[in-house]
């Protein structure tokens, strides 16, 4: 069978059939070839030749572009060889400087290990000595100053090189020779997480150019709204976009498939999702099934299992699952198989959306909508050959942002890409970031200004005046106790590792967020289809044991969030509103877990945990009694509207205060405290809080104006993922009343909320266009 | 923007939250195995008060009247040099004893190993130069003899650490090969484990009879890139070699890396002695651990009274810059320069027990 026999099937199968809400088919694209400038060297040549490779136009873009030495962002799909588009240039480099140097920066190991295995196949042909190598935490000592010595590509990644920057002495051969810094997967430095990693890249630039080095930047993303504006934002320096796909496609079919087509949905969508992926395996296509979580994609995989057992051993073997917490050895067994053609299937977290190469694949089943619509091209896009057809399904949950996609499918593939935002000018993240290059090289007010901005002035006053700074004759010098690289964490997360042991044998590592979702004392956890159970959970020190067992359930934990007010640091009185600022403590407590087989909950069982508190900044509004009457009095639900307002009011703040929405968080109650009022929450998703809720804390009349024009302007009837739909509600989306928040935005903003004749605003702000959050 | 005025003491807490050490109960011995990042609760509570008292005592005191210096003058500014000399006798060193058991070992030819070693030695191969027409060691027994003949300690120990580990004393037995105004003796006092200034800077001498400790003390941090210099100045010269405790881990990469941040350029590479690496080898086992501390009360009875111990330099010199109370650098520079006046008696004495004393 092929993908259209399995497309067939989906058409014509009555199950299928009704709950294929939209299928959308691109027709295939041929290849559109492009030249160089001026011919590789014969080694690169020679290597393209015998690889039968013969270049696209994006990729003689990219390499004529690099050649010319500007800094260019690579935007084309998966699998359409960005790679190979920089490592041209960056051979070609190397093979005319003999002292040339790349930095190649990836944002999880496992990337790393796959740009080693291609850069070393390309070193043996091409006879280029390039000498990569791997620099990140698990290079032995005893390799790391040969490495720095003689290794002329380093492969590594952002939270290595925040600790080695401060190290240049021992890499001034390396720094002085800096000539490509290489950042792929580039679209996951977005947000707060972007923004350190854009100060981080500016200290990479000022220690290169210490040693008299200007790298050249090449950037590999996902498709973004503002590719050259974020590229820009990311290094500091201009780019050029390369984003013309010369690639060839076959036809592409992309079906939206909704389980809950009637309005009550038989079975949930992961068994859903699991049918198709097995009607895609046994239709002997190479499928990927996107999970939204580990446990997740541990079920459908067993699930999966179970079933081709029925028809054959051989196929139940030749399915797996993959994620994040399997040991390294492990995945890459499973990658390398699968590019081999050795196994069938792979029901994956999105883990494998990343660029790891697993080849191309017949069909991609997606177990609800990821988040973000980068997502769902990314995963997508791993279907898709040169020739012939592949299949993509997105498979819809029951929440109401996936049911809008299903209902209104031309939304759905018009869609535009996402913002990616990053700001160099929050004072939090760009004094830590000051801290550690005072620690790297002596701080010069007047020189470093090109790096850090209009803050640096303040900001070097500020440290000075509580001595983490010590001003000499040479410049600002760090003085503080503790290691300025330790105290600046790149994506704010401690880093808690626990081991979960079966008879002493470590099967993987989590966090502790996940322990306490997963691990359990009494959970069933799934590794690769075994099922175990988990006897001990020992907190003090970081242990979870389990066993083997043989059951056909599975647990899912329930839990609460809760919110308190530490302290109450500014108010203000905005249109008859009384908002606030100051610190707040989110806890959240797994107070009991569900015993489930299949869809049917078996029992519940209480869990008694310690709760994971974590203290945070917040600004918070009180909504008065004249806003909540009338919407009562007009029958409408004051819970649904206050979290649609919430919602709503994250969707439009990154705008605002230069974030992504997934650094935020919020929780509205209607009957919140001693007093029982109504109440909106709006918090910083980072301990100790990163500045998003104070600044926002400043702007609340704009922000409250601008969100209500947002939703009452939109076209919608009853809320969609435009206005107060969020891609990553914990309560998915339930419940939301979209008149009802339309009444209370209208109170915030001290408008009419039938008015709309309000002059439009969009433009008059940096960064506003679409909304696509 | 508002942020800024708490953004020091935002960054301050947090410094504060990352102790390089941590405090331990007394005789948890699990806790203290950890190298040097764990203190005992009753040393802490011990240190913190020998600070209370020395804040008093010394509440008024000027910089001046408590060290007396000499101001050295370098090209990247000036620093304050502190000068102590002590009556010092090195022991004269047996070095015929030394090259005859070199020249007897066998094993220092590329190519033999223990069992052939011994294999020869069965022959009547005694000494390397039995071996200078073997047919099959002849050319690598020659390079061996000439290395040996020839009066360069660096080829001795490159050539002994090549075939035996690195603290073997014959790599420490090449240092007597110096002559003993040769050595510099180097122990630093930082504000933490690297990145981070260098406040002290103790250098010991050989002068004739006598032993000297330089010590460049950093009046403020502006002094740092001065007192680099200083100590670089030391390496310059004919023949030199460095001698630490744990020096190769800490003291000359640390010293290195705070160079390439002020710009200034490496100091010289000379011969350098670890003492930690001998001593290990010495006394591994015989004492509960290898520190100085604890070397220099088993070997030679040093007691240290009102010591400060070394992780809690970076505060005792922080309270300095704060209050300007020159009270808590009195510890300090007394630890440093018991550290490097014990760095050199240890290394003589391990140096003679290798060549055998005259």
């Known amino acids: ?773 | 923007m508002q942020a800024e005025s708490r953004i020091g003491t935002l960054w301050q807490q947090r410094m504060a939250a990352l102790r390089e050490y941590s405090v331990v109960r007394d005789g948890n011995v699990f806790g203290a195995g950890l190298a040097g990042s764990c203190l005992y609760s009753s040393e802490y509570d011990r240190a913190r008060s020998l600070l209370a008292k020395l804040l008093s005592e010394y509440d008024g005191a000027s910089f001046e009247s408590l060290f007396p210096g000499n101001p050295i003058e370098t090209e990247n500014g000036t620093c304050l040099s502190l000068e102590n000399r002590e009556a010092f006798s090195v022991p004269r060193l047996d070095t015929g004893r030394l090259d005859a058991e070199m020249l007897a070992d066998l094993t220092l030819v590329k190519g033999i190993g223990e069992r052939s070693a011994a294999r020869l030695r069965a022959r009547g191969c005694r000494t390397i130069a039995d071996l200078a027409n073997h047919p099959r060691f002849r050319h690598e027994a020659r390079e061996v003899l000439d290395r040996l003949s020839c009066p360069d300690p660096c080829g001795i120990m490159d050539l002994a650490g090549s075939r035996h580990a690195k603290s073997h004393p014959f790599v420490l037995g090449a240092a007597g090969a110096f002559a003993k105004e040769d050595f510099v003796f180097l122990d630093i006092e930082t504000l933490g484990l690297f990145s981070r200034p260098i406040i002290l800077f103790g250098v010991g001498t050989v002068e004739g009879e006598n032993f000297v400790v330089r010590q460049y003390l950093l009046r403020d941090i502006d002094e740092e890139a001065a007192a680099l210099t200083a100590l670089s100045d030391h390496f310059t010269g004919e023949r030199k070699a460095l001698v630490t405790f744990n020096g190769k881990a800490f003291d000359l990469p640390y010293v290195q890396d705070r160079l390439a941040y002020y710009g200034i350029p490496p100091v010289a590479r000379v011969p350098h002695f670890d003492v930690l690496h001998f001593a290990r080898r010495r006394w591994k086992g015989e004492y509960p651990s290898c520190r100085l501390g604890e070397l220099e009360s088993a070997v030679f009875g040093v007691r240290r009274d009102d010591d400060v111990p070394g992780q809690m330099v970076p505060e005792f010199y922080e309270t300095y810059l704060k209050t300007k109370n020159c009270g808590p650098l009195v510890p300090i520079v007394g630890h440093n320069r018991q550290d490097v006046v014990s760095t050199a008696r240890l290394f003589f004495y391990l140096l003679g027990e290798t060549c055998g004393r005259c």
């Open chain 1, 1 to 773: 069978m092929a993908v259209a026999d399995v497309v067939h099937l989906i058409g014509t199968n009555p199950v299928y059939r009704s709950r294929v809400a939209c299928h959308n088919i691109a027709e295939p694209e041929p290849a559109a070839y492009g030249t160089l400038d001026r011919p590789l060297p014969d080694a690169l040549a020679a290597y393209l030749a015998h690889a039968g490779i013969r270049l696209y136009t994006h990729q003689c873009e990219a390499v004529n572009l690099l050649r010319e030495e500007k800094n260019v962002i690579i935007t084309t799909p998966t699998a359409s060889g960005k790679t190979l588009a920089f490592n041209l240039p960056v051979f070609e480099r190397m093979a005319a400087d003999p002292d040339a140097r790349a930095l190649y920066l990836y944002p999880t190991k496992a990337l790393a290990n796959d740009q080693l295995v291609t850069l070393l196949a390309m070193e043996k042909f091409t006879g280029i000595s390039v000498k990569p190598a791997i620099y990140d935490g698990d290079t032995p000592q005893s390799k790391r100053s040969a490495i720095r010595e003689h290794a002329r590509i380093v492969i590594s990644n952002p939270y290595e090189l925040h600790q080695v920057l401060s190290w240049h002495g021992k890499w001034s051969p390396f720094f002085a020779n800096l000539e490509y810094v290489v950042l792929d997967e580039a679209h996951k430095y977005r947000g707060i997480f972007g923004s350190q990693i854009a100060l981080l890249v500016r200290r990479l630039r000022r220690v290169a150019r210490y040693y008299g080095a200007d790298p050249q930047f090449v950037l590999s993303s996902a498709t973004l709204a503002n590719p050259e504006e974020f590229a820009a934002k990311l290094t500091g320096l201009p780019f050029v976009q390369v984003g013309s796909d010369g690639s060839p496609r076959g036809k592409r079919h992309f079906v939206l498939y909704n389980p809950f087509y009637d309005g009550v949905g038989e079975r949930s969508a992961h068994q859903e999702s699991k049918d198709l992926f097995v009607s895609c395996v046994k239709g002997d296509l190479q499928a990927l099934c996107f999970a939204g979580s580990r446990k997740i994609a541990e079920l459908v995989s067993l699930w999966a299992k179970e079933d081709l057992r029925r028809s054959s051993a051989r196929l139940a073997e030749s399915v797996l699952a993959y994620r994040a917490g399997y040991l390294p050895e492990e995945r890459r067994l499973i990658e390398s198989r699968l590019k081999n053609r050795e196994i069938r299937g792979v029901v994956s977290t999105n883990a494998l959306e990343l660029g790891i190469d697993i080849g191309s694949l017949d069909a991609v089943v997606i177990d609800g909508y990821p988040g973000t619509m980068m997502s769902v091209r990314q995963q997508a896009g791993r279907a898709g050959r040169k020739a012939g057809e592949s299949l993509a399904v997105l498979v819809a949950q029951a929440n109401p942002l996936d049911q809008y996609f299903m209902h209104h499918p031309d939304e759905f593939f018009a869609r535009p890409h996402e913002h990616a935002i990053i700001d160099t000018g929050n004072p939090y993240i760009v004094s830590g970031h000051i801290l550690c290059a005072a620690a790297e090289l002596p701080l010069h007010e007047e020189k470093d200004r090109e790096f850090f901005g209009g803050e640096l002035s303040p900001v070097l006053a500020d440290l000075a005046e509580s001595r983490l700074l010590s001003r000499t004759p040479r410049g600002f010098v760090y003085a503080g106790r503790g290691r300025a690289a330790e105290a600046v964490t790149l994506d704010g997360m401690a880093a808690e590792s626990f081991r979960i042991l079966c008879e002493g044998r470590v099967l993987e590592t989590m966090d502790r967020a996940q322990v306490y979702r997963e691990a359990h004392k009494g959970a069933i956890m799934l590794h690769q289809g075994v099922t175990y159970v988990v006897n001990e959970m020992d907190l003090a020190t970081h242990t979870v044991r389990v066993s083997e067992t043989d059951v056909d359930y599975y647990t899912q934990p329930l839990k609460d969030t809760d919110l308190s007010i530490l302290e109450t640091l500014r108010t203000c009185d905005i249109n008859g509103v009384t908002c606030a600022f100051g610190d707040v403590e989110v806890t959240e407590r797994y107070t009991a877990y569900k015993i489930k087989k299949g869809d049917t909950v078996l029992g519940v069982e209480p869990l008694d945990l310690p709760p994971i508190t974590f203290r945070t900044k917040a600004f918070w509004l009180v909504v008065p009694e004249t806003i909540a009457a009338p919407v009562f009095s007009a029958g409408l639900d004051l819970a649904g509207g206050l979290h649609g307002a919430e919602h709503a009011l994250i969707a439009l703040m990154p705008l605002f205060v230069l974030c992504d929405r997934w650094d935020i968080g919020g929780l509205s109650s209607p009957a919140f405290g001693e007093n029982g009022e109504p109440v909106i929450f709006v918090y910083d998703g980072y301990e100790g809080g990163i500045g998003l809720a104070e600044k926002a804390y400043t702007l609340l009349p704009e922000l409250f104006t601008r969100t209500h024009g947002m939703v009452r302007d939109c076209t919608c009837k009853k809320g969609c993922p435009s206005c107060i739909y969020s891609p990553k509600c914990g309560n998915d989306n339930v419940p939301l009343d979209k008149e009802a928040t339309v009444m209370i935005l209208a109170g915030l903003a001290a408008a009419s909320a039938g008015n709309a004749a309000v002059p439009e605003t969009a433009g008059s702000l940096p960064g506003a266009g679409p909304v696509a959050q």
